[in-house]
């Protein structure tokens, strides 16, 4: 199994180098779509990628990526960032913000922050900015938009939330009967606890299932069917609708977490992507929305 090696290495969180290393030999499988130009930028003070696909709108995606919230990279996730990029017609912008357990919460959160309100900036009155993340950055996506509320600064066009891991109590968790389990109830508390620092967990920043949703954009949430976080998707959706959040969820029938890593051989994953490509493109605007095919 392709998480085997993350799994194993995430079993022992004092082992920062193993479980970095894990993640990126993953994410160093795949390659970025063909077309792809991959640049470095510094937004707003983060260090970041640029990924541009052939044929480029004036939306723009700022992508957060897993990894626990102790590893991942913008390297390494420039190729689901890259698919992403191709199907929604727009580039994406990765940001490799700051690490736990050297920098807790929350300084991911401002490194978020402060890439978003650069990337408002700099991309002109007409341009369109969708926040997305998966795995832990599902809950770093959610604190973005929550931040941004608290200090009243305007919101992106929509988020996107990929197997989002948004509980750091873990009292949501449900571990799969019949699929292999790639993120555990116990990996999870080890991992948030690094993340935290001491926080407490029902800080309203980490807590979008407690937290009072109202004024966020619409939530695009996909979740798989054999995955431990599927919970947390869904009553994060029903939240959401409750706080008058248009949310919408879709349950892929897959047996992994974090499946849209697998873009490119998974068709499930491939159809997600597909999807959320969609979902950038009506935010854009009418003539994007059927504008083009997804790479």
């Known amino acids: 199994m392709l998480w085997e090696p993350w799994a ?8 920062l180098d193993a479980i970095r290393t894990a993640l990126e030999e993953l994410h160093g499988k795949f390659t970025p779509p063909a077309g792809v130009a991959v640049a470095p930028v ?3 003070g983060v260090p970041a990628l640029r990924v541009t696909p052939e044929a480029a709108s004036p939306a723009c995606v700022l992508y957060l990526h897993g990894g626990g919230h102790v590893a991942g990279s913008a390297f390494g996730y420039r190729h689901l960032a890259g698919a992403i990029a191709t199907a929604a017609r727009a580039p994406a912008l990765i940001i490799d913000y700051r690490l736990a357990p050297e920098h807790p919460y929350p300084a991911a959160v401002q490194d978020a922050v402060n890439a978003y309100l650069w990337l408002r900036d ?7 900015v969708v926040v997305a993340g998966d795995s832990s950055a599902g809950g770093l996506v959610m604190s973005l938009l929550l931040a941004l509320r608290e200090r009243g600064l305007p919101q992106p066009a929509g988020a996107v939330l990929l197997c989002p891991w948004v ?3 873990g009292r949501t968790q449900r571990p799969p009967q019949d699929s292999p389990l790639v993120f555990s109830p116990d990996m999870a508390h080890r991992l948030a606890q690094a993340y935290l620092a001491g926080q407490p967990a029902d800080d309203p920043l980490l807590s979008p299932l407690h937290t009072p949703l109202t004024g966020l954009p619409p939530l695009l949430i996909h979740a798989a069917s054999g995955d431990a976080v599927l919970q947390e998707a869904q009553l994060l959706a029903q ?8 949310a919408s969820l879709t349950v892929y029938p897959v047996p992994t977490h974090d499946f849209h890593i697998f873009w490119s051989f998974l068709p499930e994953a491939r159809n997600a992507i597909d999807a959320i490509g969609r979902f950038v493109r009506a935010l854009a605007g009418p003539g994007q929305a059927s504008s083009g095919q997804p790479g």
């Open 167 to 169: 509980d750091l109590t």
């Open 122 to 128: 700099t991309g002109g009155e007409q341009g369109t």
């Open 42 to 44: 510094i937004a707003g």
């Open 8 to 15: 194993r290495a995430s079993a022992d969180v004092a082992d």
């Open 239 to 246: 939240h959401a609708t409750r706080c008058g959040v248009q």
